[in-house]
T-cell receptor
């Protein structure tokens, strides 16, 4: 049973546009929500993360929005650049348990 | 440069071969993990080692055998694999087992013929 559902599976955005990836979870014990970025031929790397006591976290062009009541969180990539083309995984964590979404492949067209 | 190094990066093996994947972390972490990554699927946790002790085995077939001689090294021994085992095998480490902050290696791409 998939603990974290991620959508869309892929998206294409023009350079300068906004990429939005959504994730939903069921287990209310999750208390840490990281996003990982993976380039082709590389392993995933932690990009940004949020805890449920805040509704938004921003690091540069990357923003996580978190809706605790809806059990949803999303990643926004502002001013998308070709170098942002990668696969993005959301995840949800509680002590001793980390569940990943299936990933979203983002392609930024120049 | 990644603090988690995996070798080999690519491996092709027959169904009757025996091979091993190696992972080494230089981050001083206490927990190490093996994940399987297949296309369009979530990362699948295979094994977790915390302070060299195996703490989780996610119903992985016995043809995959992990070994953790110390907190810095992790092996995945492979024997009698099936073509459906072809995937990217990722090693990761974290400071402790109860954190969601994993540091991944670049993976070993395995093809089983």
């Amino acid at each position: 049973q998939q603990q974290v559902k991620q959508s869309p599976q892929s998206l294409i955005v023009q350079k300068g546009g906004i990429s939005i990836i959504n994730c939903a979870y069921e287990n209310t014990a999750f208390d840490y929500f990281p996003w990982y970025q993976q380039f082709p031929g590389k392993g995933p790397a932690l990009l940004i993360a949020i805890r449920p006591d805040v509704s938004e976290k921003k690091e540069g062009r990357f923003t996580i929005s978190f809706n605790k009541s809806a059990k949803q969180f999303s990643l926004h990539i502002m001013d998308s650049q070709p170098g942002d083309s990668a696969t993005y995984f959301c995840a949800a964590s509680s002590p001793y348990k980390l569940s990943f979404g299936a990933g979203t492949t983002v392609t930024v067209r120049a | 440069e990644t603090g988690v190094t995996q070798t080999p990066r690519h491996l092709v093996m027959g169904m009757t071969n025996k091979k091993s994947l190696k992972c080494e972390q230089h981050l001083g972490h206490n927990a190490m993990y093996w994940y399987k990554q297949s296309a369009k699927k979530p990362l699948e946790l295979m094994f977790v080692y915390n302070f060299k002790e195996q703490t989780e085995n996610n119903s992985v077939p016995s043809r995959f055998s992990p070994e953790c001689p110390n907190s810095s090294h992790l092996f995945l021994h492979l024997h009698t694999l099936q073509p459906e085992d072809s995937a990217l095998y990722l090693c990761a480490s974290s400071l402790d087992w109860d954190t969601g902050e994993l540091f991944f290696g670049e993976g070993s791409r395995l093809t089983v013929l």
